[in-house]
């Protein structure tokens, strides 16, 4: 087993005022790698700036003009993560929603049966297969 350490103990983090976090299952289960490059990014926004319950109410024009998702990218991007029930939104109000729970296949063990049954093909722009 690897003994872990602080390699910057003078560095360590520490949560002073508010602050974000993400289920290690986000990771773990797949959702990660079902997510285009837009969806991550402003996934990872609305986290960072919605409160305790997940709620944030930042406009489009402001939320692309800090993420540098240009219109079109922020809308697919919502509409995405909508779809796949990570965040809800009331076209004025976002929520984060709880990771969904349910008799689901490991997505990304399924990507990569997807991948290995093309022979490899996968199209870097949208990180799909």
Request: hydrophobic share 40%.
């Amino acid at each position: 087993m690897i003994e872990k350490r602080l390699l910057r103990p003078d560095r360590a983090r520490k949560i002073a005022g508010s602050f974000a976090a993400i289920e290690h299952r986000f990771l773990r289960e797949g959702f990660w790698a079902e997510l285009s490059p837009h969806e991550l990014i402003l996934y990872l926004f609305l986290v960072l700036v919605g409160d305790r319950h997940g709620l944030s109410y930042y406009s489009y024009d402001r939320i692309c003009s800090l993420t540098g998702l240009l219109a079109d990218e922020y809308i697919l991007a919502r509409d995405g993560l909508i779809h796949k029930d990570l965040i809800a939104f009331d076209g004025r109000l976002f929520q984060v929603l709880s990771l969904p729970f349910g008799s689901r296949t490991d997505r990304a063990t399924v990507r990569q049966l997807i991948h290995q049954s093309l022979g490899g093909d996968h199209d870097h722009k949208t990180h799909r297969f």
